[in-house]
């Protein structure tokens, strides 16, 4: 449980002293329960007071590191139900299940998908090893190794466990295969490999207990594997182990989670989207899927975009110029700000217009057309900068320019600054877009 | 220590709205739980599904709507087909040719298609308009009185228009409205309020707070509709009691995703699937973020949502 700047001055000593920036001891302890400074920063601490506050003042959630090199990812860490509250922190990952059959039919389509959007890499970033016999698993192990992607390794025979991480453990890979009857031997095996350790129990109250046993026996690095029978039990599971953790403290549950989707909607491709979606927001860490097509990739990944970046701070596009529907140096040109969103329906629109048009983003600070006016950061100096800089007149012939409807006020300035240039004003509403295009 | 569940349940609940008649009326909200969490208390009722149709026509385009509609010519032969879609608890008919950016089409043409539409179903009809504030201002006046006593609800009433549009479809004819505002919860509890001051009772309408397509900017619609589902229950504001709407589908079959074809992206492969997946994720995190009604195109999609709803509820 978090402490009240109160309950920490208490445990200061109360002298004033000044020695850790801050006026008073209380002023201190208010920061620290804030969690603007750490309780490090006062040198007076007794060892006592700080072991009681090191735990109090604990995340709820660990933050685990899985995987290594460029498929290091970090897991959990999250501090809030809401992403409205403060922000998330470590995006879900996206896994495909695969199996020794599957695995050199299904690798190919994996590695298919991967492109940008909005600065990210979209890729599947894991793949859960799916466990058939000894024999076959090590070799699929093998073949996985090396793919620069986060290993998940799907076994519950303690044996095959061991060999399979001799090959893998290198790679940071997560063991999901403990259960109430083997945790035991899998903490052992987990330990000695210095992986992180997935636990699965037929229900939340085994999870809770077999999470429990296993934090008894020291180890700590563990993945909640929340998958049950039944897509119902499963929700219940992922949304009381997050809220269990973060609103009601019980820091047994203060794990990252794994949702398997292959078990519970095998062969329904639409409903793995649906449900997949519904674990983007609803904490699944860790979303295994049975496979991952650009139809189910596109939604998702721009789903989780949305969901995990930080309400403080705006999505921008990079700045450049976007030729749509196969637009070159004589097509006209467009103008508007990075913002993502205004970006992504002013772009949309006029995609569905089917008119090729140079759309010209220039950086007006991640904000709205009319919020980027207002603070000066979208104005006739800053487009006819960026035409300079950009080189634009060097890179299209065409000399039409169209700027956003709300911003109609540029139109006389910007006429003057780029005297060659036919400035034209767009409508107020990018829905309005498709028919202005056309008839322009 | 064995695991404690502490069951979040609220004394304030989601207002309950009854749309259509008879045996197939549907009421939407009455939940004292956040949105799915029906491991903490039952959801009182299901989340609904609705099948939109347009005046403009099926979209034969896609093999999968094409089939489904297949033989069914007329309007009103389309929206008996779609009132029978599996997983389809209402149909919503969309007005979009009423735009008078568009088709334009006259309100009495609108007022007979939508006659067609409601004589040829047993399930509740909600209609959207021409998305349109004077358009359908007029509208929704013209297709309230045409349709009293059908219980129909009618997307939506906006700040501009809301008193004229709650006035005839609500006070003069007895239908339901919704009241939408764009991704904003203070908005939308500004024209709650406007609406009850009139005189309008909690049961006569709903909400539209927003929507957005998966990666369009959908992080202010789930932020939106976390805290006015917070709002409503943890802070009992009656003002923001009111069930959600939302229609998905104009949102998700206008995104690049759901458009370009296959000849132009290769890699994306089909486009009606990825129309699907586009439509059911969308869907999918609105439901998760608290709506209560869901409008969708295409079949499948309305299959693997009311699915989906079916198993968590």
Redesign the interface.
Known sequence: MALKGLDIFKLTPKTNCKECGNPTCMAFAMKVAQGAIPIEKCPHMSEEALATLSEATAPPMKSLKVGTGASEHTLGGETVL???EKTFVSENLFAVSVSADSFDEKLPEIE?IDYE?IGERMYVEAVNLEYTDKESYAKLVEKAAGKGRLLILDVKDAEAAEAALEICASEKPILNGATPDNYAQFTEIAKKYGVALGINAPD??A???TA?AVEKLGYKELVLDVTAD???DT??NA??VR??AL??G?R??GYPSIVNLKRIAAG????Q??????F???YGSIIVMEDM????A??????R???F?D?QKP?KVAPGIYPLNGADENSICATTVDF??TY??V??EM??SGVPVNLLISDAGGYSVLTAWAAGKFSAGSIAKFIKDYEIEDKIKNRTLIIPGKAAVLKGELEERLPEWNVVVAPNEA??LV?FLKEL | ??????P?TYSSSINEVTIGTGDKAVTLGGANIMP????DAPAKNKIAVGAEITDTGVDRTLPGIAAFYEGAETVAEIAKRASEMPGADFVALALNGADP??DNRSVEECVEIAKQVADAIDVPLVITGA?NVEKDTELFSKLAEALEGKNVLFVSAREENYKTVAASAVMAYGNKISAESAVDINLAKQLNVLLSQMGIKPESYVMNVGAA????????V??TL??VK?AALAQNDVMLQMPIITPVSQETW????S??SEEDYP????RE??G???E??????V???GSDAVILRHP??VA??S??IA??M
């Open positions: 809401h992403r409205h298919k959007r939340i109250d999870l809770h207990d429990e039944t897509v119902k929700f219940a949304v009381q809220r269990a609103k009601d019980d047994t549950f329904d491709a639409h409903k989207t649906a449900l997949a979606a519904l983007v927001l609803k097509s650009y139809a189910q596109l939604p998702l990944y721009g789903l975009q949305n969901i970046t309400p999505m993502a969103l992504f329906v772009s949309g995609e569905r829905t309005n028919k | 220590m064995a695991f404690t569940r502490k979040q799915l969490y029906t491991f950016n568009g998305r397509a998966a990666g369009y900017g959908y992080d202010y789930a932020s976390d805290r917070d206008a995104v690049k995703e458009i370009v890699e994306w492969g089909d699937t990825r699907v997946d586009m059911v994720c969308t869907a999918a995190a439901i998760a973020g499948q999609s693997t949502i699915g989906m198993d968590l």
